[in-house]
């Protein structure tokens, strides 16, 4: 522990009420994926107020990048990304139908907190610290392109290319817990709509159309075998969330649309994933005489976390939360675009423990009398403000640690 060590760990405890302050507005504002006009303009305001040596708005949309330049010599540059966006879920507490269903108001909140900390420090600072927003992580609407890659691709970093990144996922580990898997800590996935063509008829006689109910049935149930054509050690899933006809009670629609998701922890599972799919769609379609459109759209890569990052990173993180408390996790089939960034500069994407649970063999279980475990996109999902102060903390200790030296030697071959 050095004085600038004492001196982060001050300033954020100066700045907890802030923190929980900036957290609560911007719960109490959610905004849909890249939608995230207020969201941006309120992290552009903040981040203006703190001096920053620039701002950066309006890329690929809603995106907003702050600089802040050290006041010593580095030519090291870590950046530290929030995403913005929440999610069509009526939560639990009463704001709805829009909800921060995945923790991201605390990932945009412990950002800005940590830039408002490096700020108050910025004399100390040997190199550049960059604070990325991204909107729309869940995915934007279909036909928009928005996102890490976007922002990457308009030029966000231009000038100031990371030399690491770094950000942890809010989840339902115990408070204070920082998750790690070395490898893909996130899956890879891609959305995929399908649609299934036949002949629009009478409900009571379908003899005289093509009826593409049975051929979707077929795909869902299909779909549900996928896994036993990869690999079993590593974990695949297909599921459809949402199912579109245009029929009704008496009448066999013409179409049907099924919305889903595909995810593999292993990204070179992927193409082998799809074939499959495309296989049992082509021929589901055919064995009821109807024809098959399939679409893939928001590709994300796998999360990859390597050992060599993880190794150079834990003296920081153990030292702040405490060594019992960085441990191991199983990898999410969850995907994150902070693939993006991790692979094209090197960095990790951790995750971060926010509510009343315990570990208890190698599980996550609920603490008695606590406010349960509710899985992000839940209902329920929330997540405690006394946790968030321990974020901003590996935030900064971890960005300051990379400008020092002490953590990160440059990229990681891959
Ligand atoms: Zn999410
Ligand atoms: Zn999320």
Redesign the pocket.
């Known amino acids: 522990m050095t004085g600038l060590h004492a001196a982060i760990d001050e300033a954020c405890a100066e700045h907890e009420e802030w923190l929980i302050a900036s957290r609560a507005w911007l719960h109490a504002h959610p905004e849909l994926s890249n939608r995230e006009e207020q969201t941006a303009a309120y992290v552009a305001a903040q981040l203006r107020e703190l001096g920053l040596d620039e701002v950066r708005t309006g890329v690929s949309g809603h995106g907003v990048v702050g600089v802040l330049r050290g006041g010593l010599p580095g030519e090291r540059v870590i950046a530290l990304r929030a995403d913005m966006d929440a999610?069509p879920v009526r939560s639990a507490d009463g704001i709805g139908p829009v909800s921060h269903a995945?923790g991201h108001d605390c990932h945009v909140a412990v950002v800005l907190t940590t830039a408002r900390v490096l700020a108050g420090l910025r004399d100390r600072l040997p190199g550049t610290v960059v604070f990325f927003f991204q909107p729309a992580e869940?995915g934007p609407p279909l036909g928009e392109i928005a996102g890490a890659k976007a922002m990457l691709d308009a030029g966000a970093l231009a000038g100031v290319e990371p030399t690491m990144v770094f950000a942890m996922h809010v989840v339902f580990l115990p408070k204070g817990v920082v998750g790690y898997h070395v490898g893909n800590q996130f899956a890879a996935a891609c959305a995929v709509d399908i649609t299934l063509r036949g002949v629009q008829a009478h409900g009571s006689s379908p003899w005289l159309g093509v009826d593409p109910m049975p051929a979707a049935a077929q795909v869902i149930l299909g779909a549900g075998q996928l896994y036993r054509q990869v690999p079993a050690a590593s974990p695949v899933a297909v599921s459809f969330g949402h199912v579109e006809d245009v029929g009704r009670f008496n009448i066999i629609g013409e179409s049907l649309t099924l919305s889903g998701t595909m995810r593999s922890s292993r990204q070179e599972d992927m193409p082998a994933l799809k074939a499959g799919l495309e296989r049992l769609v082509e021929h589901s379609a055919a064995a009821y005489g109807c024809t098959a459109e399939l679409q893939y759209h928001f590709e994300i890569p796998a999360v990859r976390n390597e050992q060599a990052w993880l190794d150079a990173a834990r003296p920081t993180l153990e030292r702040v939360v405490g060594a019992a408390n960085v441990v191991p996790v199983e990898p999410v089939m969850?995907s994150d675009d902070m693939a993006e960034l991790v692979n094209a500069y090197g960095g990790l994407y951790l995750t971060y423990g926010v509510q009343d649970t315990r570990m208890e063999g190698g599980r996550i279980a609920p603490v008695e009398g606590g406010r349960g475990l509710a899985p992000?996109?839940h209902p329920a999902f929330y997540a405690d403000d006394a946790s968030l102060l321990g974020s901003v903390r590996v935030h900064a200790h971890v960005a300051v640690d990379h400008l020092l030296g002490a953590l990160g030697a440059g990229r990681v071959p891959r």
């Open positions: 999610l995945c869940e969850g992000n996109h």
